[in-house]
């Protein structure tokens, strides 16, 4: 399967100028100012990007695909991902985790709907475990896990600072991030641990306390939700100058933010402003998540669910509203989570990686086109590509 993609603006994510790629099945097979197809070769599709920027496809980090939630009672369990829902959204590349729900949520379906997700034409990783300590795994171990099933990068979400987590100590954390960190090292996978940080003001306390006890680095830690509040933000751009990733949630609603949650596009710009490196910043959905809201004594009063969809508008708000370079605001959906979770063919646009491409439209940034392991999923704005069990209306 061969596909021409010509005249197109390049952003790899550096921009690269006006370029041809020619993919070859799931592959960048070549990158040149100018490729033409040859006289009498027949067997090609010649798309003309004039008018397009061509960005690499995006990595949503953080997303609960086989649905999540649970926490107003078994009715408000939130649904599995559709492939569409990733691919109109410009999303090539998922990692999924669990969340609060450790118990009917488990990590044989999680699995499962991995490699379904793969089977329908997109990339999908997972991390072994939930908010619970001790974790919930596979095989009975951490790194055997991370070791032994290819899908397994990382553990998490591990809960922090949170009424929701399970309290864990130092100690505790230390012997996850370990585990880890050990099957990283013995797998070549990433081995991060993913955590969730919740509304407390321990905020980040627990692992910054294992990174000063122990000889674990910071960066084996990757903590999510970090402008949930403005105090955490603050917490956060304090931990990032330590040398701390750092990852914000774009799945939001009207209340939080009036609440003083920091919108992502803001956030980013006041990180870059405070000096952190743009390599330490990354933006997640938190999909198919509950976006549960609790009253003074922890009830549940109210509920939304997270959406892929919030991923690249946050990021195109940082480009239009924020006045943030999109080579600098593309970076934290596409080059920093693959650097960040070792996807080496992820994250960039160059000859010999994977094939994962979004074609959005220059005068106004809105997704036009995306490719997924070469094969064109989203054309015009419409998914050409659908889920097994997607409507085909």
């Not at 012997?175 to 980040?204: E, F, Q, T």
């Not at 938190?286 to 990021?315: C, M, R, T």
């Not at 992820?346 to 490719?371: C, H, P, Q």
Request: with cysteine; glycine share 10%.
């Amino acid at each position: 399967m061969l596909t021409l993609i010509k005249n197109g603006e390049l952003y790899a994510p550096t921009y690269l100028g006006k370029k041809d790629l020619l993919l070859v099945d799931q592959k960048i097979g070549s990158i040149a100012d100018r490729l033409d197809v040859p006289d009498n070769f027949v067997d090609i599709k010649v798309i003309d990007a004039a008018g397009k920027l061509i960005v690499p496809g995006f990595i949503d980090a953080h997303v609960h695909i086989t649905g999540g939630g649970g926490e107003g009672s078994y009715r408000t369990r939130t649904p599995e991902i559709n492939l569409t829902d990733a691919t109109l959204a410009g999303v090539t590349t998922l990692v999924g985790v669990i969340g609060t729900d450790g118990t009917t949520r488990t990590m044989t379906n999680l699995i499962a709907k991995a490699r379904a997700l793969e089977e329908e034409g997109i990339s999908c990783f997972i991390h072994t475990g939930s908010y619970q300590v001790p974790l919930k795994t596979v095989t009975g171990k951490i790194e055997d896990d991370i070791i032994l099933i290819d899908k397994i990068i990382g553990a998490g979400e591990v809960a922090i600072a949170d009424h929701r987590s399970s309290q864990p100590t130092w100690e505790e954390m230390a012997k996850i991030a370990s585990a880890a960190r050990i099957g990283g090292l013995l797998s070549g996978k990433a081995g991060v641990v993913n955590i969730h940080v919740g509304d407390s003001y321990d905020h980040l306390k627990v692992i910054e306390q294992v990174v000063e006890k122990t000889d674990i680095p910071i960066r084996q830690f990757y903590p999510t939700h970090i402008n949930r509040n403005p105090h955490l933000f603050a917490e956060g751009i304090r931990y990032a100058k330590k040398g701390g990733y750092v990852d914000f949630t774009t799945s939001t609603i009207p209340k939080f933010l009036e609440e003083g949650e920091v919108k992502c596009s803001a956030a980013l710009k006041r990180m870059l402003h405070e000096g952190v490196p743009i390599s330490q910043i990354t933006f997640t959905s938190d999909a198919q998540a509950s976006l549960p809201d609790f009253n003074e004594h922890g009830e549940l009063i109210g509920l939304k669910i997270g959406k892929v969809s919030s991923l690249y508008k946050e990021v195109r708000d940082a480009v239009i509203e924020e006045s943030i370079p999109l080579e600098t605001a593309m970076k934290v959906i596409t080059e920093n989570p693959a650097s960040i979770l070792k996807l080496k063919q992820k994250g960039s646009i160059a000859e010999g990686k994977d094939a994962d491409l979004v074609l959005l439209n220059a005068e106004d940034y809105t997704i036009d086109s995306v490719f997924a392991l070469g094969q064109l999923m989203v054309e015009n704005g419409r998914a050409i590509v659908k889920g097994t069990f997607e409507d085909e209306e």
